[in-house]
């Protein structure tokens, strides 16, 4: 197969939405959305609504940038040119798949912030980081129908990832949540604790991914 290079080209980076604080509860209208109860944690939605593209999100500044894969190389070697990453970033989404910015991922027993904090402390156990990909990633959905998915070369957590599971062995596919705390190492030892909210919007609409978080972790711990 031929293989092209192309440039990979840069989104808006707006499309991360905060939203309010979790200190009370969420009074969105969704069934998937859960209590919030725990201080001091933040909640943010990105749309992961389009295949072709990973959101590559700050924790610490609640920034995104949108960057769009175009070809099954997945288009690494061109995301270096400048302007096109963000200079910081912890973790990025790709549609409901997750990869770390060189961490690693614990999948915890805790269902909410507030068990994980009454623990009083951050959780030891194996963490796993990112893994390679070549049937994952998926950027071409048109011809599903005909069993032809078009995926990329990537890196992604798996088990980050586990954060929703999608059962596509019936149709329609069967959506489930871990909802379960995930905790992030990242690369330089500091923690973050990751709950996904939810997969839809308030239409209905699947891909966009609302979670929330705790960072640094430590400081929770204090």
Sequence with gaps: MKRIRFHAAVLLGATLLPLPACDGIFDGIYDTYQIVTAENCESITVDGTDYTRWNYISLKTQKTTAVRILNQEGDEE??????????????????????????????????SM???????????????????????????????????IIYAKSSYNEVLSRWLNVDTSTMPP?????????????QDNTHAAIHLLNYMNEKNVKGHMTFEYLYPLEKAFQ
């Design 78 to 111: 061109p995301w270096d040119q400048e302007g096109s990453l963000p200079a910081e970033w912890d973790i990025a989404i790709h549609r409901y798949d997750v990869k770390t910015n060189g961490g690693a991922v614990l999948e915890t027993s805790y269902a």
């Design 114 to 148: 507030d068990e994980l904090l009454d623990s009083g402390s951050i959780p030891a156990g194996e963490y796993s980081e990112d893994i390679e990909t070549t049937d994952r990633i998926a950027i071409d959905m048109s011809d599903m129908m005909n069993g032809n």
């Design 174 to 186: 069967i959506y489930t949540m871990s909802n379960k705390i995930y905790i992030l190492r990242l």
